[in-house]
Protein backbone atom coordinates (compact mmCIF):
# COMPACT_ATOMS: atom_id res chain seq x y z
CA UNK A 1 0.00 0.00 0.00
CA UNK A 2 1.41 3.38 -0.65
CA UNK A 3 2.24 6.05 1.81
CA UNK A 4 -0.15 8.63 2.14
CA UNK A 5 1.39 12.15 1.43
CA UNK A 6 2.58 14.83 4.19
CA UNK A 7 0.20 17.34 4.15
CA UNK A 8 -0.09 21.27 4.66
CA UNK A 9 -3.17 23.62 5.97
CA UNK A 10 -3.45 26.90 4.43
CA UNK A 11 -6.05 29.50 4.85
CA UNK A 12 -8.11 28.87 1.36
CA UNK A 13 -9.61 28.49 -0.86
CA UNK A 14 -7.82 28.08 -3.46
CA UNK A 15 -5.68 30.46 -5.20
CA UNK A 16 -5.61 32.19 -1.37
CA UNK A 17 -1.95 34.54 -0.77
CA UNK A 18 -1.65 31.58 1.76
CA UNK A 19 -2.07 29.01 -0.79
CA UNK A 20 0.43 30.45 -3.44
CA UNK A 21 3.17 30.81 -0.11
CA UNK A 22 2.12 27.33 0.58
CA UNK A 23 3.10 26.47 -2.68
CA UNK A 24 6.29 28.65 -2.42
CA UNK A 25 7.76 26.41 0.71
CA UNK A 26 6.30 23.15 -0.46
CA UNK A 27 6.44 20.53 -3.42
CA UNK A 28 3.36 19.68 -4.87
CA UNK A 29 4.91 16.05 -5.99
CA UNK A 30 5.67 15.80 -2.19
CA UNK A 31 3.08 17.65 -0.26
CA UNK A 32 -0.73 17.31 -0.10
CA UNK A 33 -2.48 20.69 0.32
CA UNK A 34 -5.54 21.06 2.49
CA UNK A 35 -7.70 24.75 2.54
CA UNK A 36 -9.43 25.75 5.81
CA UNK A 37 -12.08 28.23 6.18
CA UNK A 38 -10.28 30.15 9.39
CA UNK A 39 -6.88 30.70 10.60
CA UNK A 40 -7.79 29.13 13.84
CA UNK A 41 -8.68 25.93 11.81
CA UNK A 42 -4.90 25.67 10.56
CA UNK A 43 -3.73 25.95 14.16
CA UNK A 44 -6.13 23.09 15.07
CA UNK A 45 -5.59 20.88 12.45
CA UNK A 46 -1.53 21.37 13.77
CA UNK A 47 -2.35 20.59 17.13
CA UNK A 48 -4.75 17.33 16.49
CA UNK A 49 -1.60 16.24 14.02
CA UNK A 50 -4.44 15.22 11.15
CA UNK A 51 -2.01 17.86 8.87
CA UNK A 52 1.90 18.19 8.88
CA UNK A 53 2.22 21.80 8.32
CA UNK A 54 0.49 24.96 8.55
CA UNK A 55 0.96 27.96 6.68
CA UNK A 56 -0.47 31.12 8.44
CA UNK A 57 0.04 35.13 7.99
CA UNK A 58 1.42 37.21 10.31
CA UNK A 59 1.79 40.41 9.19
CA UNK A 60 2.24 42.93 6.25
CA UNK A 61 4.83 45.28 5.73
CA UNK A 62 2.21 47.83 4.36
CA UNK A 63 -0.21 47.31 7.23
CA UNK A 64 1.35 45.44 9.96
CA UNK A 65 0.59 42.16 12.21
CA UNK A 66 -2.09 40.01 11.71
CA UNK A 67 -3.60 40.38 14.99
CA UNK A 68 -6.21 37.25 15.12
CA UNK A 69 -2.83 35.02 14.45
CA UNK A 70 -1.21 36.46 17.07
CA UNK A 71 -4.59 36.16 19.26
CA UNK A 72 -4.00 32.48 18.22
CA UNK A 73 -0.22 32.09 19.43
CA UNK A 74 -1.78 33.83 23.07
CA UNK A 75 -3.44 30.72 23.34
CA UNK A 76 -5.35 31.89 25.90
CA UNK A 77 -7.53 28.65 26.79
CA UNK A 78 -4.73 26.59 26.30
CA UNK A 79 -5.43 24.98 23.25
CA UNK A 80 -2.76 24.71 21.25
CA UNK A 81 -0.07 23.89 23.84
CA UNK A 82 1.95 22.01 21.02
CA UNK A 83 2.67 24.34 18.01
CA UNK A 84 5.30 25.80 17.34
CA UNK A 85 6.51 28.19 14.31
CA UNK A 86 9.75 25.90 12.40
CA UNK A 87 9.59 28.47 9.46
CA UNK A 88 9.10 31.45 7.42
CA UNK A 89 7.63 32.77 4.40
CA UNK A 90 8.11 36.13 2.39
CA UNK A 91 5.19 36.86 -0.57
CA UNK A 92 5.44 39.68 -2.47
CA UNK A 93 1.27 40.69 -2.75
CA UNK A 94 0.00 42.85 -5.70
CA UNK A 95 -3.33 43.46 -5.22
CA UNK A 96 -6.23 43.31 -8.15
CA UNK A 97 -9.63 44.28 -7.96
CA UNK A 98 -12.02 41.98 -9.65
CA UNK A 99 -15.68 42.02 -10.70
CA UNK A 100 -17.78 42.38 -13.71
CA UNK A 101 -16.77 45.23 -16.41
CA UNK A 102 -19.90 47.62 -17.54
CA UNK A 103 -19.89 49.16 -20.74
CA UNK A 104 -18.60 52.61 -19.23
CA UNK A 105 -15.20 54.03 -20.20
CA UNK A 106 -13.25 54.76 -17.04
CA UNK A 107 -14.17 57.75 -14.42
CA UNK A 108 -11.98 59.76 -12.44
CA UNK A 109 -9.13 61.81 -12.62
CA UNK A 110 -7.36 59.56 -9.84
CA UNK A 111 -6.89 63.25 -8.02
CA UNK A 112 -7.62 62.54 -4.00
CA UNK A 113 -9.85 65.96 -3.29
CA UNK A 114 -8.01 68.05 -0.63
CA UNK A 115 -9.98 68.35 3.41
CA UNK A 116 -8.84 69.96 6.02
CA UNK A 117 -7.87 66.70 7.56
CA UNK A 118 -5.45 65.79 4.65
CA UNK A 119 -4.36 68.18 2.61
CA UNK A 120 -2.18 66.79 0.40
CA UNK A 121 -4.08 63.33 0.00
CA UNK A 122 -1.12 60.74 -1.37
CA UNK A 123 -2.02 59.45 -5.31
CA UNK A 124 -3.05 55.57 -5.81
CA UNK A 125 -0.42 53.68 -7.67
CA UNK A 126 -3.04 52.20 -10.13
CA UNK A 127 -6.14 53.62 -11.76
CA UNK A 128 -9.18 52.03 -13.05
CA UNK A 129 -9.15 49.94 -16.57
CA UNK A 130 -12.94 50.48 -16.54
CA UNK A 131 -15.73 52.01 -15.18
CA UNK A 132 -16.63 51.31 -11.59
CA UNK A 133 -20.03 52.87 -11.43
CA UNK A 134 -21.42 49.53 -10.97
CA UNK A 135 -19.60 48.66 -7.53
CA UNK A 136 -21.94 49.24 -4.44
CA UNK A 137 -19.84 45.91 -2.48
CA UNK A 138 -16.53 45.49 -2.02
CA UNK A 139 -15.30 42.27 -0.43
CA UNK A 140 -12.61 41.40 0.89
CA UNK A 141 -9.82 40.60 3.84
CA UNK A 142 -9.73 43.58 6.53
CA UNK A 143 -5.70 43.44 5.79
CA UNK A 144 -5.96 43.81 1.69
CA UNK A 145 -8.69 46.86 2.31
CA UNK A 146 -5.74 48.21 4.91
CA UNK A 147 -2.70 47.55 1.80
CA UNK A 148 -5.22 49.66 -0.59
CA UNK A 149 -6.69 52.45 1.46
CA UNK A 150 -5.05 55.53 -1.09
CA UNK A 151 -7.28 53.80 -4.39
CA UNK A 152 -10.35 52.78 -2.05
CA UNK A 153 -10.24 56.61 -1.03
CA UNK A 154 -9.73 57.98 -4.47
CA UNK A 155 -12.19 55.70 -6.74
CA UNK A 156 -14.55 53.90 -4.30
CA UNK A 157 -15.11 56.43 -1.35
CA UNK A 158 -18.02 55.76 0.43
CA UNK A 159 -19.15 51.83 -1.14
CA UNK A 160 -19.83 49.09 1.39
CA UNK A 161 -16.78 47.33 2.70
CA UNK A 162 -17.52 43.37 3.44
CA UNK A 163 -14.54 41.81 5.39
CA UNK A 164 -14.16 37.99 4.64
CA UNK A 165 -12.10 35.23 5.66
CA UNK A 166 -9.60 35.70 2.62
CA UNK A 167 -9.17 37.23 -0.54
CA UNK A 168 -9.82 34.12 -2.82
CA UNK A 169 -13.35 33.96 -0.25
CA UNK A 170 -13.93 37.42 -1.66
CA UNK A 171 -13.60 36.28 -5.47
CA UNK A 172 -15.75 33.34 -4.76
CA UNK A 173 -18.46 35.47 -3.66
CA UNK A 174 -18.18 38.24 -6.83
CA UNK A 175 -17.91 35.02 -8.85
CA UNK A 176 -21.36 34.04 -7.94
CA UNK A 177 -23.42 37.68 -7.44
CA UNK A 178 -25.71 37.93 -10.19
CA UNK A 179 -26.10 41.08 -9.76
CA UNK A 180 -22.84 42.21 -10.53
CA UNK A 181 -22.88 44.70 -8.56
CA UNK A 182 -19.71 43.44 -6.39
CA UNK A 183 -16.13 43.32 -6.55
CA UNK A 184 -13.43 41.80 -4.51
CA UNK A 185 -9.83 42.76 -3.45
CA UNK A 186 -7.80 39.63 -4.58
CA UNK A 187 -5.16 37.77 -7.10
CA UNK A 188 -4.63 37.43 -10.33
CA UNK A 189 -4.52 33.95 -9.89
CA UNK A 190 -7.99 34.62 -7.97
CA UNK A 191 -9.60 36.08 -11.19
CA UNK A 192 -8.52 32.97 -13.49
CA UNK A 193 -9.66 30.34 -11.32
CA UNK A 194 -13.21 32.34 -10.35
CA UNK A 195 -13.88 33.39 -13.98
CA UNK A 196 -13.46 37.53 -12.84
CA UNK A 197 -12.42 40.13 -14.97
CA UNK A 198 -9.74 42.58 -13.72
CA UNK A 199 -11.33 46.10 -13.47
CA UNK A 200 -7.77 47.91 -11.94
CA UNK A 201 -4.91 45.70 -11.38
CA UNK A 202 -1.68 47.00 -8.66
CA UNK A 203 -4.61 48.95 -6.22
CA UNK A 204 -1.83 47.95 -3.27
CA UNK A 205 -0.52 51.66 -2.00
CA UNK A 206 2.93 50.59 -1.75
CA UNK A 207 4.57 48.22 -4.95
CA UNK A 208 6.98 46.57 -2.11
CA UNK A 209 4.14 45.55 -0.26
CA UNK A 210 4.98 41.93 1.19
CA UNK A 211 3.43 39.44 3.52
CA UNK A 212 5.40 37.48 5.98
CA UNK A 213 3.63 34.07 6.58
CA UNK A 214 4.74 31.71 9.55
CA UNK A 215 4.86 27.60 9.06
CA UNK A 216 3.67 25.80 12.06
CA UNK A 217 4.24 22.16 13.19
CA UNK A 218 3.26 20.16 16.21
CA UNK A 219 5.86 19.64 18.92
CA UNK A 220 9.30 20.74 19.96
CA UNK A 221 11.50 18.77 17.41
CA UNK A 222 14.88 19.52 16.34
CA UNK A 223 15.21 22.85 14.70
CA UNK A 224 14.80 22.76 10.50
CA UNK A 225 16.99 23.92 8.46
CA UNK A 226 19.27 26.39 10.72
CA UNK A 227 22.96 25.81 10.58
CA UNK A 228 24.29 26.76 13.89
CA UNK A 229 25.99 29.61 11.32
CA UNK A 230 22.75 30.48 10.13
CA UNK A 231 20.90 33.21 11.11
CA UNK A 232 18.16 32.59 12.97
CA UNK A 233 14.97 34.10 14.28
CA UNK A 234 12.59 33.38 17.75
CA UNK A 235 9.26 33.99 18.92
CA UNK A 236 8.38 34.02 22.23
CA UNK A 237 5.73 36.07 24.55
CA UNK A 238 5.51 36.46 28.21
CA UNK A 239 3.07 38.45 30.61
CA UNK A 240 4.82 40.86 33.58
CA UNK A 241 3.31 42.42 36.27
CA UNK A 242 1.53 45.24 35.59
CA UNK A 243 1.85 47.16 38.82
CA UNK A 244 5.65 46.51 39.33
CA UNK A 245 7.83 50.17 37.92
CA UNK A 246 9.79 49.04 35.14
CA UNK A 247 9.06 45.42 34.51
CA UNK A 248 8.12 45.86 31.05
CA UNK A 249 11.89 47.33 30.23
CA UNK A 250 13.40 44.83 32.99
CA UNK A 251 12.10 42.16 30.65
CA UNK A 252 13.45 43.41 27.19
CA UNK A 253 16.64 44.06 28.91
CA UNK A 254 16.98 40.26 29.01
CA UNK A 255 17.88 40.33 25.03
CA UNK A 256 20.53 42.97 25.37
CA UNK A 257 22.34 41.30 27.67
CA UNK A 258 22.15 38.90 25.88
CA UNK A 259 23.15 40.54 22.71
CA UNK A 260 19.87 39.35 20.48
CA UNK A 261 18.11 41.74 18.38
CA UNK A 262 14.84 42.57 18.60
CA UNK A 263 12.87 42.60 15.29
CA UNK A 264 9.09 43.29 16.57
CA UNK A 265 7.08 43.94 19.86
CA UNK A 266 3.60 43.40 19.92
CA UNK A 267 0.75 43.19 22.42
CA UNK A 268 -2.44 41.81 22.76
CA UNK A 269 -4.85 41.72 25.82
CA UNK A 270 -4.56 39.23 28.62
CA UNK A 271 -8.48 38.74 28.89
CA UNK A 272 -8.16 38.03 32.56
CA UNK A 273 -7.06 41.30 34.10
CA UNK A 274 -8.80 44.50 31.92
CA UNK A 275 -5.85 46.57 30.67
CA UNK A 276 -2.93 43.60 31.30
CA UNK A 277 -1.23 42.45 28.16
CA UNK A 278 0.39 39.17 26.82
CA UNK A 279 3.94 40.62 24.61
CA UNK A 280 4.83 39.35 21.65
CA UNK A 281 8.71 39.58 20.97
CA UNK A 282 10.41 38.27 17.98
CA UNK A 283 14.35 38.46 18.06
CA UNK A 284 17.59 37.62 15.98
CA UNK A 285 20.70 36.34 16.44
CA UNK A 286 23.40 33.20 15.99
CA UNK A 287 23.57 30.48 18.26
CA UNK A 288 20.93 28.73 19.86
CA UNK A 289 22.83 28.74 23.26
CA UNK A 290 22.25 32.28 23.88
CA UNK A 291 18.74 32.02 23.23
CA UNK A 292 18.26 29.23 25.84
CA UNK A 293 20.13 31.50 28.25
CA UNK A 294 18.31 34.48 27.70
CA UNK A 295 14.64 32.58 28.09
CA UNK A 296 16.07 31.52 31.35
CA UNK A 297 16.75 34.79 32.59
CA UNK A 298 13.02 36.00 30.93
CA UNK A 299 11.81 33.31 33.19
CA UNK A 300 13.42 35.04 36.48
CA UNK A 301 11.64 38.47 35.74
CA UNK A 302 8.33 37.74 34.01
CA UNK A 303 5.05 36.32 35.50
CA UNK A 304 5.25 33.54 32.88
CA UNK A 305 6.21 32.95 29.03
CA UNK A 306 6.44 30.42 26.02
CA UNK A 307 8.63 30.05 23.71
CA UNK A 308 6.44 29.43 20.17
CA UNK A 309 9.74 28.48 17.74
CA UNK A 310 13.29 29.19 16.72
CA UNK A 311 13.44 29.28 12.75
CA UNK A 312 16.12 30.19 9.79
CA UNK A 313 15.67 33.66 8.91
CA UNK A 314 14.78 34.12 5.13
CA UNK A 315 14.26 37.90 4.86
CA UNK A 316 16.72 39.01 1.49
CA UNK A 317 18.55 41.90 2.74
Given at each position: ??????????????????????????D???Y?F??????????????????T??????E???????????D??????????????C?????????????????????????A???????????????????????????????AF??????????????????????????????????????????????Q????????????????????????????A???H????E???????????????G??????L??????????????R???????N?????????????????????L???????RW??????????
Amino acid sequence: MEQSKPSVAYLGPKSSYSNQAALECFDPATYTFKPQVHIQDIFDAVQAGTVTRGVVPFENSTNGSVVYTLDLFADRQHANPDVFVCGEAYLDVHHHLLGHTSSHSPVGSGEATPTTGVPLPGHPRARPLTSLEQVSRIYSHPQAFGQCEMFLSTYLKGVERHEVSSTSKAAEIVAQDTTKTSAAISSKVAAQVHGLETLAQGIEDREDNTTRFLILRKGMAELEHVRPDEKSKSLVSFTIDHLAPGALAEALLVFKTHKLNLTSINSRPGRVTPWNYIFFVEFSGNGLQSVDVALNDLSKVATGFRWLGTWRDELKR
